[in-house]
C-alpha cells in the first residue's frame, strides 16, 4: 500500500460521509439553483414539464434589475442590513461594556438582555405587528397609543407602512431580539482579556478610559468581526420576521427574500432561483474576505 494512501487514506474515509452530504445537500443544490436561474421557467406548465424550458443565461437577473420592483427590495435590503447592524452592534457593545464590570444584580440583567433571544423570529413578529400599528389618533394602538398617552403625539407615525423607510420600522424587533447575543459575544470577549494586561496598564499610569481605548478595545477585534458577519448575514437573509410583521404583497417592506417567497409561490422558478443567487453572492461577498482573513491569522 502506498505511503500517502496509509497517510490519508483512514481520514478521508472518516470524512467521507460529511463530505458526500455537503457536496450533495450543499453544492449540487447550488449547483441546480444556478442552472434553474439560467432558463426562462416562469410559468406551471414549465414547472411541471408540459411546455418546455429553454437556456437563457443572464437575461432573468438583467430583467429583475431593470425593474423598480427588484431595487426597491434591494434598497430596503441595504436599509434594514444597516439599521440591523449598526442597533444590535452599538446596543450590544454597550451593554457588555457596563456588565463587564463588578455590577450588583448583573446575572439578572444578562438573563433579561438575552431573554428576546429564546423568542423566535415568528412569535416576536407577532407582538411587534400590534406594537407598530399604523394607526392615528383616536384609533391608535401599540407604540403610537403610548405615545398619545404619554403626550408625544408627534413621535406618532405609519412605522411600516411608510413607502420608503418602512423597513427600518422592522429593524428594530430584529434590534430587540439579537443585541443580547451581540452582548454575549462581547461579554466573553471583554472577560477573555488577561488580567495581567489590565495590571500592567495600570501599572503604566493608564486611566481606565485610556486602559480600554489602547488595551481592552484592541483586543476585541476577533470578537467585532465575528459579530458584524453573523448579524450582517442573518439580516441579509432575514424573511420570517419581516413576514411575520408585514405581508408578501405589501410593497413597502418588500425584500429579495420576500421576492424569492413570492416568485416561488406563483411557479416562477427562475426568477426564485435568480433571487436566491443573488444573496448568495451578496452573502459571499461579506463572508469570504472574513474566511480568508481568518485562515491567514491561523497560519500565523
Do not use: C
Not at 403626550?151 to 434590534?175: K, R
Not at 420576500?258 to 416568485?263: E, G, H, R
Not at 452573502?283 to 472574513?290: D, G, K, T
Request: charge should be positive; proline fraction near 5%.
Amino acid at each position: 500500500m502506498p505511503a500517502s494512501l496509509r497517510r490519508y487514506g483512514p481520514p478521508l474515509l472518516l470524512i467521507s460521509p460529511s463530505l458526500i452530504l455537503v457536496g450533495v445537500f450543499v453544492y449540487l443544490l447550488i449547483a441546480q439553483n444556478l442552472w434553474m436561474a439560467s432558463t426562462d421557467n416562469h410559468t406551471a406548465a414549465q414547472a411541471n414539464g408540459r411546455q418546455p424550458v429553454a437556456f437563457v443565461f443572464l437575461q432573468n437577473y438583467i430583467d429583475l434589475f431593470s425593474t423598480q420592483a427588484f431595487r426597491h427590495s434591494m434598497s430596503n435590503l441595504l436599509l434594514f442590513t444597516a439599521a440591523f447592524l449598526v442597533g444590535a452592534m452599538a446596543i450590544g457593545f454597550v451593554w457588555a461594556w457596563l456588565l463587564e464590570r463588578p455590577l450588583a444584580g448583573g446575572r439578572f440583567f444578562q438573563t433579561v438582555y438575552l431573554f428576546p433571544m429564546a423568542i423566535s423570529f415568528v412569535a416576536s413578529g407577532v407582538v411587534w405587528r400590534w406594537l407598530l400599528n399604523s394607526n392615528q389618533g383616536e384609533n391608535a394602538s401599540g407604540l403610537n397609543r403610548l405615545f398619545q398617552m404619554v403626550g408625544l403625539d408627534f413621535l406618532q407615525n405609519p412605522w411600516w407602512n411608510n413607502i420608503t423607510f418602512g423597513i427600518l420600522a422592522i429593524a428594530l424587533p430584529a434590534v430587540w431580539q439579537l443585541s443580547g447575543y451581540v452582548m454575549a459575544l462581547f461579554l466573553a470577549g471583554f472577560r477573555g482579556v488577561p488580567d495581567e494586561l489590565r495590571e500592567a496598564a495600570r501599572v503604566d499610569g493608564a486611566t481606565e478610559m485610556q486602559m480600554y481605548r489602547h488595551v481592552i478595545f484592541p483586543q476585541l477585534t476577533p470578537v467585532l468581526m465575528s459579530a458584524l458577519v453573523i448579524i450582517a448575514h442573518m439580516s441579509l437573509k432575514s424573511f420570517d420576521l419581516i413576514m411575520s410583521i408585514s405581508k408578501p404583497a405589501n410593497y413597502q417592506t418588500k425584500v429579495p427574500a420576500v421576492d424569492m417567497f413570492v416568485f416561488k409561490s406563483s411557479y416562477d422558478y427562475a426568477n426564485a432561483a435568480a433571487v436566491g443567487t443573488i444573496l448568495l453572492l451578496v452573502i459571499a461577498v461579506l463572508i469570504v474576505p472574513y474566511l480568508i482573513h481568518q485562515s491567514r491569522e491561523r497560519r500565523r
